[in-house]
């Protein structure tokens, strides 16, 4: 079994940084791509970043020079450090990753899922 623990929420006035992290721990053989989400209520999740295992990165275009996602691979961890926060990014962030485990002598590639921080931007 594959678990993901997020830390680093809270709440920071509009033009201030935070910086989540996110570390797998389990059966784990690989971790493969990592990502970050985000969800208001009443609405979809929606991508953040996400970074692959060789550190390529991807950014939405409303976070693109503001944020920036990094992994450390030796820890099975992801970050996203937050800068220059807006209002409306207030929302429950979630990480997920694509981790390649064994259990009962079967091995797979399983997506799995943290439990969300909240961040709580204030204006």
């Known amino acids: 079994q594959v678990q993901l623990v997020e830390s680093g929420g809270g709440l920071v006035q509009a033009g201030g940084s935070l910086r989540l992290s996110c570390r797998a721990s389990?059966?784990?053989?690989?971790?493969?791509?990592m990502g970050w989400h985000r969800q208001t209520p009443g609405n979809q999740r929606e991508l953040v970043a996400n970074i692959t295992s060789g550190g390529s990165t991807n950014y939405a275009d409303s976070v693109k020079g503001r944020f920036t996602i990094s992994r450390d691979n030796a820890k099975n961890t992801v970050y996203l450090q937050m800068n220059s926060l807006k209002p409306e990014e207030t929302a429950v962030y979630y990480c997920?990753?694509?981790?390649?485990?064994?259990?009962?002598?079967?091995?797979?590639?399983?997506?799995?899922w943290g439990q969300g921080t909240l961040v709580t931007v204030s204006s």
């Open positions: 389990g059966i784990i053989l690989r971790v493969n791509a």
């Open positions: 997920n990753a694509d981790v390649l485990t064994q259990a009962v002598g079967v091995i797979g590639t399983v997506e799995v």
